[in-house]
């Protein structure tokens, strides 16, 4: 294998380790120390891409992040997506694809589009994909214009991690500004957090060929790095991008291929004081006809190829330009034994101190890039004057351009600080800083090594801008965004239809959306529009630079919070004894795990929940009822508080009393529904549905600490404090009986809704009887380091009363036959109270508490509402789905309810179900028809109540 | 992500706060104002382009309730305006 164009000598790589690859299939070698990029140069690779929209060829145009053409898909263990080949290290055994092409970039069948392109043109997408919907054309523009496929799989080993950290300076870039600022912020003591993109520290200096104090300037830079590391206090990554500016100085950083073994890439947020913006700068592309052509490229990558990793991309060059950047660059090609043919310098006058630098090389000026010749690969350039003329042709395979620099100012304007543009530099730059934060070196838009670190030595900068050749004779396309296929014609065609905003320009013609953000052209579409509209580039001002400022994995953004390591579950000490006895195990609010049913073998969820149900309904069930949420209230004003927030009045409740009640927001919804108990004097306990403990927390908390400050009312949370094993049914009190018990459990000493507090089975208890079945039943709760043994005792006494464990399903079932209400089931943000047929909860003594002026208000305007019925459909066996609408007489009209629960009721050996219907408490023995797509059920309106509608069982 | 100062324990990430709404009108008696006014007491919150006060809860923290002042245009943390609390 040869690498022919790989020079003899020179470069930071190393020939000693050769590493081999492959590109669309084919073996390659490179060096350690390439990119993908340098090593597809080395080996003369000079088609590597096709375009996103008309599948033109291309080639490598830059050396870095700001490359727009050739994207690559990387297989195997590095698989990932769109990554710019100049971005992606070389390694033995990668494996890369260009993206766009099929089935070679040489021979690309998408490259049809290129014959069609007029009828491609800015706003191709929202003209033709808003008829008749996007999804007939997606799978055919996917296959011919999409970018690369997301990886299948997570990476088969290794992790992402994220680390916080603070300092007081986080420096964003290594290159000359940046080591110089961290030197200085080391030497006076500061904690100082030094991030780079590249490799190796350096910056623009790796690529050119300078002298700091008479001495190489890398030279300079190693000292500068030995002297870093010296520093406890100092922080220094590479391979690592400050890629998002938040607010108050947060940074978020990713770090690439960190030293930590199985870490594949670390995502850091650090907290800083003050940010130093050391971005450099960004060349920019020209803009002619058929500017895009492969061995197009940006000059100072031609530069960076030649120095940094020892390969000439071509053998015959032309350089053209608008400023002073590329004489040094052809004094280096030079030097490297390259063919320069001619510079083409704009300007009518170069400054004869850049003349200087190159003796041997014929310098045009006055004169552009008028036209290239050769479709697969760049054979000759025109040269034109601007004055006019037929121009002449050089033959060159290397088009090397710069149309001046940009300093990259995105981390800055993220953060919101300002732009102003420039008019000596032809560039934004940094204006008021917003955050403490400040730019430096390049980034500053001080071009010129001398004013960034005293002794550098290289030319003054000096530019006149050229936002676009405007001469006759250019046949081809002049691209602004080479990455999305933008033209000039797209932007005048942009204009043309009214879309003169810089922001409706970038978003009708895709200007800058790609994923290189337009770092080479969206300078050159501000000038487009700014000449179109002969106003000054001041004026067009930029687009909005947003994070990320380069492509970040979705791997490194999550880190280790994926999967349920994003919301742990919640175990209550009787999870491990459920999943023991075959329990199929759910999420039941606020992330806790319960069982939904306990299925004997061979039997299904009906059969089991059944068999459960019955249990409860004719013998003894027992649950875990530790996750509903329970809060202990002390102080002077706890009654006070609890008749604000509940709709009934508890502050007349005596000690070991309690009551059900309802909590309404101030608009008037319910929020809550749960039970109040008042342990002594000034001692309560309240109890919240499970999945919102928290935010009934958040709520009393509000109002205790905003609204209430001098109410004496101390809240603690005690879910986790108190389990629970709630038995339940006809026999539940021999069961609890048999448990062992100092409680009188007779129900003249103990009646339903009281609290005692005892001891069962031995552990200190308090026992509450609460029923959410319908039947008499016991909650008792003990400390969770009991629990289990509690759990053990209560099944192995209650065998012989043929006690069963009762999962979710079953509650459900057992609430409905009662009509207890839900969450989320028959409260859904428009019912209240009256509607679910329980007005005696919403007191008409207190003259205040939360919600009641809203809940009148609601009610003053008439008309009629949904409320809570029961509904039997007139087959037994007929079940009818939940969230079913009921409809007028069954018609296709707009609904007047919908069902929300229907269950199998063991006790009525019949389907039973509950709905919200219009006007329904007074449409009862009425017939009313659920609608479903191709049938009615007629039903018949009931009372929401199947089992005990006196509610004797549960007070037994 | 913002950093904001609880009275308790100074400087945390805006991640260990629940927001609890801009500080509007007090809560006026429902029995002793017309339909329109108690309305706008539950409906309109103050939304200024600028400065507001704001209630937050250090929720994954002490579990203070406090408010701050917040420029909505910049997410800067600023001094109560003059004539203010
Ligand atoms: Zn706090």
Known sequence: MVQRNRRASGGRIDRNRPLHFTFNGKLYEGFEGDTLASALLANGIRLTA????????????????????TLVELDGEDAS?????????????????????WPSPEFDLGGINQLLSRFIPAGFYYKTFKWPNWHLFEPSIRRAAGLAAAPESPPASGHFEARNAHADVLIAGAGPAGLQAALEAGRAGKRVFLADEGAEAGGSLLNRNLSIGGRSALDWVEDAVAELRGMENVTHLQNATVWAYREHNLMIVNEREPELDGVLERSWRVRVGEVVIATGATERAMVFGDNDRPGVMLASSVQAYVNRWGVTPGQRMVLFTNNNSVYAVAADLAAAGMQVEAILDCRKTVPPEAVKLVPDIPVHAATVAGDVRGRKGVRAVKAVPVTGGAGRWIDCDVLGCSGGWNPTVHLWSQSRSTLRFDEDLAAFVPDEAVQNCRAVGAAAGDLTLDRIVGGGEDLAYAIEPLWRVNVPGQRGKAFLDVQNDVSVSDVHLA???????????????????????????????????????????QEVG?????????????????????????????????????????????????????????????????????????????????????????????????????????SNIMSTLKPGDGRYGLMLSEDGLILDDGVAFRLDEHRWMISTSTGHADAVNQHMEKLLQTEFPDWQVLITTVTSQ??????????????????????????????????REGT????????VRVSFTGELSYEV??????????????????APFGILPVGSESSHVLRVEKGFLSLGHEVDGTVDAYDLGMGWVMSKKKPDYLGK???????????????????????????????????????????????????????????????????????????????????????????????????????? | MMNITCPFCGKRNESEFIHGGPVGAVRPDPNAVSDEEWVEYLTVTPNPLGPVQEKWWHARGCGEWFSIWRDTRTHDIVEAPDGTT
């Open chain 1, 781 to 798: 709760n003990v400390a969770p380091r009991h629990m289990a043994a509690l759990w053990d005792k209560v099944m192995e006494v209650g």
């Open chain 1, 760 to 767: 069962v089975a031995g552990f200190p208890a308090r026992v």
């Open chain 1, 542 to 646: 930029t687009t909005t630079f947003r994070s990320p400022y380069t492509p970040v994995s979705f791997g490194a953004i999550g880190g280790l919070r994926e999967g349920w390591r994003l919301f742990p579950y919640r175990h209550t000490p009787v999870t491990q004894w459920n999943k023991d006895h075959g329990a199929v195990m759910y999420e039941a609010g606020a992330r806790w795990r319960r069982p939904g049913y306990f299925p004997k073998p061979g039997e299904g969820l009906q059969e089991a929940v059944n068999r459960e149900c019955r249990a409860v309904r004719e013998g003894v069930g027992v649950y875990d009822g530790s996750p509903l949420g329970t809060f202990e209230l002390k102080g002077r004003d706890v009654p006070k508080f609890l008749d604000f927030i509940y």
């Open chain 1, 853 to 956: 002026r809203s809940v009148q208000l609601r009610r003053s305007g008439g008309g009629t509402r949904r409320e809570l019925v029961g509904i039997l459909a007139d087959d037994p066996n007929q079940q009818i789905p939940e969230g079913a609408p009921l409809t007028p007489g069954g018609r296709k009209e707009a609904t007047d309810g919908l069902v929300t629960a229907c269950v199998w009721s063991v006790v009525n050996n019949r389907w039973v179900g509950l709905a919200l219907l219009e006007d329904g408490h007074a449409r009862q023995g009425e017939t009313a028809h659920v609608r479903l797509k191709d049938d009615v059920i007629p039903v018949t309106v009931t009372k929401p109540v199947f089992h005990d509608p006196e509610g004797k069982l549960l007070r037994s």
């Open chain 1, 495 to 537: 204009l043309r239809e009214g879309y003169d905003n810089v922001e409706h320009v970038k978003r009708y013609t895709t200007g800058g959306m790609g994923i290189d953000q337009g770092k080479t052209g969206n300078i050159n579409i501000i000038g487009t529009v700014a000449m179109q509209k002969g106003v000054p580039l």
């Open chain 1, 81 to 101: 997506g769109n990554r710019p080949a100049t971005t992606v290290p070389l390694r033995d055994g990668l494996s890369a694809r260009s993206v766009n092409c």
């Open chain 1, 50 to 69: 096709r375009s996103f929209k008309y599948h033109r060829p291309r080639s490598i145009m830059g050396h870095g992040v700001e490359e727009p053409a």
């Open chain 1, 722 to 755: 108190w389990n629970n094993a709630t038995i339940c049914g006809p026999k539940a009190r021999e069961v609890l009986q048999a448990v062992d018990s100092d409680i009188d459990l007779s129900p003249e000493a103990f009646p339903f809704m009281s609290f």
